[in-house]
């Protein structure tokens, strides 16, 4: 018997392997702003947020007009490296392949934008299985609930029949934060022993364990 109807998958960290190209990105704006590079745990924290809330938090107590700057910063390192592919986690498309097949409604919540998820969709194929997504300039940054919020409200599933897979403890706050049963990953920005005070119902080291956890 099925337990959930809808999962939602985080995308950096989650089924992309992109958290060394963020972290890259991120060192790159302190130098580029001039600034002392934060320690590495502070940056993974910052993963998952909105670009404009992730500069704010990791550089906190800037002049206003600094924020736009660094953004632009984030944006420009980050299409530079844009030539090098950015690969999928192993098992992703046999995982998503599976679920397709077991008939789950599969969606998005990410910090991303929304053209950069579309071109990521695009270029690694995932949007043969993704039809229904939200991004960080549709809806309140994560730890909000308000993405989760809107793709059960447009696909009609009740939070009891939603799950949420992500690897950062924004993730799994945001789905605290809705109702909604989370599974961390701990391949991605965040330890097994952080995800773990989250209280999610499991924590996977590769993604085909998701088979295991949804048919236990």
């Not at 502070?42 to 206003?64: E, N, W, Y």
């Not at 969709?121 to 993704?130: A, K, N, V, W």
Request: proline share 6%; with cysteine; glycine share 6%.
């Amino acid at each position: 018997m099925k337990h959930y109807d809808l999962i939602i998958f985080d995308w950096d960290g989650t089924l992309m392997d992109s958290i060394g190209r963020i972290l890259a990105c991120l060192r790159n704006v302190a130098r580029d702003m001039g600034f002392i590079e934060p320690p590495e745990a502070a940056q993974r924290d910052i993963i998952g947020m909105s670009l404009a809330q992730a500069m704010q938090t990791l550089f906190p107590g800037r002049p206003s007009q600094e924020y736009p700057l660094m953004q632009q910063s984030y944006r420009d390192n980050y299409q530079r490296q844009a030539h090098v592919a950015t690969p999928l986690y192993h098992g992703i498309t046999e995982l998503l392949t599976q679920l397709q097949q077991l008939q789950y409604q599969l969606a998005v919540a990410t910090g991303k934008s929304r053209p950069g998820l579309d071109r990521s969709l695009q270029q690694t194929g995932l949007d043969q299985f993704f039809h229904l997504s939200r991004c960080a300039d549709e809806a309140h940054s994560k730890p909000h609930p308000d993405m989760l919020q809107q793709l059960l409200a447009h696909t009609g599933v009740p939070a009891s029949r939603a799950l949420m897979v992500g690897d950062s403890i924004l993730d799994l706050q945001m789905a605290n934060a809705a109702g909604v049963a989370a599974v961390g990953v701990s391949y991605g920005a965040h330890s097994c022993e952080k995800l773990q005070l989250q209280n999610p119902k499991a924590i996977i080291s590769e993604p085909l364990a998701l088979l295991s956890v949804l048919t236990a």
